[in-house]
């Protein structure tokens, strides 16, 4: 009998997972992948059980962010011969885009949230921390996958920001894959640079203490604004 069911029962960059129902007299299944480059579909595995992670198609590794096609066909022995039944619909999958290198810029009342575009990205969803509910809550939807700035304005000043970005990729279908989640805070931004006296001012130097790291830790070391550390490109 045809295998009924197929679906992607999870992505990631480099994998994606299929699982089926299970065929009334199947000894094994087969899938297989379309392979654009002979333009032909190739088989991949062949196991006993009702899913499969696929990582390569004709030795070759999947990529994040991209598309792929299958279909399932299971095999049952019949007099000690195997015999293939009809294959499977054909699915559409693909794998999740690529983490998001994310960055976080402070700034008066405002958050500049900044990464790398993402291959095979659609679009991306930034999330901004809730310490009240201890969730993240969306605060954008980008769709356009060349757009890899959001400034959050409006926010309240001498609190901390703890934002999180997703890749998110729309297939033909209209289903969306999601990559993993990158998050930073501010205040480990405004610690780094603190701390290591990379500000180009004592006033910037300052401000980072008084307004960010003092506030949300009381008992943060105070570290001496050091100039010769300072280092100017002309």
């Known amino acids: 009998?045809?295998?009924?069911?197929?679906?992607?029962?999870?992505?990631?960059?480099?994998?994606?997972?299929?699982?089926?129902?299970?065929?009334?007299?199947?000894?094994?299944?087969?899938?297989?992948?379309?392979?654009?480059?002979?333009?032909?579909?190739?088989?991949?595995?062949?196991?006993?059980?009702?899913?499969?992670?696929?990582?390569?198609?004709?030795?070759?590794?999947?990529?994040?962010?991209?598309?792929?096609?299958?279909?399932?066909?299971?095999?049952?022995?019949?007099?000690?011969?195997?015999?293939?039944?009809?294959?499977?619909?054909?699915?559409?999958?693909a794998t999740a885009p690529a983490k998001v290198s994310l960055t976080v810029k402070a700034g008066t009342k405002k958050a500049t949230v900044s990464w790398k575009k993402v291959s095979g990205a659609t679009g991306y969803q930034v999330y901004k921390y809730n310490y009240k509910t201890k969730k993240y809550v969306k605060v954008k939807t980008i769709t356009k996958s060349s757009t890899v700035k959001f400034t959050h304005n409006n926010l309240t000043k001498g609190t901390t920001a703890k934002y999180k970005v997703r890749a998110y990729a729309v297939l033909s279908d209209g289903s969306y894959v999601y990559s993993d989640i990158y998050s930073y805070s501010v205040y480990n931004v405004a610690s780094a640079l603190y701390d290591g006296g990379k500000m180009p001012t004592n006033a910037g130097h300052t401000y980072l203490y008084d307004s960010i790291l003092k506030l949300v830790n009381p008992s943060y070391k105070q570290v001496d604004y050091d100039w010769s550390d300072i280092v100017t490109s002309l």
């Not at 994606?16 to 199947?26: H, Q």
């Not at 696929?54 to 015999?83: C, E, R, W």
């Open 1 to 93: 009998a045809q295998v009924t069911g197929v679906k992607t029962s999870s992505e990631k960059t480099g994998s994606v997972k299929l699982s089926w129902n299970k065929s009334k007299g199947a000894t094994s299944y087969q899938v297989y992948a379309y392979n654009s480059s002979t333009k032909k579909y190739v088989k991949v595995a062949t196991t006993s059980a009702t899913n499969t992670t696929i990582s390569k198609i004709s030795g070759k590794a999947l990529k994040a962010g991209t598309t792929y096609t299958f279909y399932v066909k299971a095999v049952k022995t019949v007099n000690g011969t195997s015999v293939d039944a009809s294959r499977s619909t054909i699915l559409t999958s």
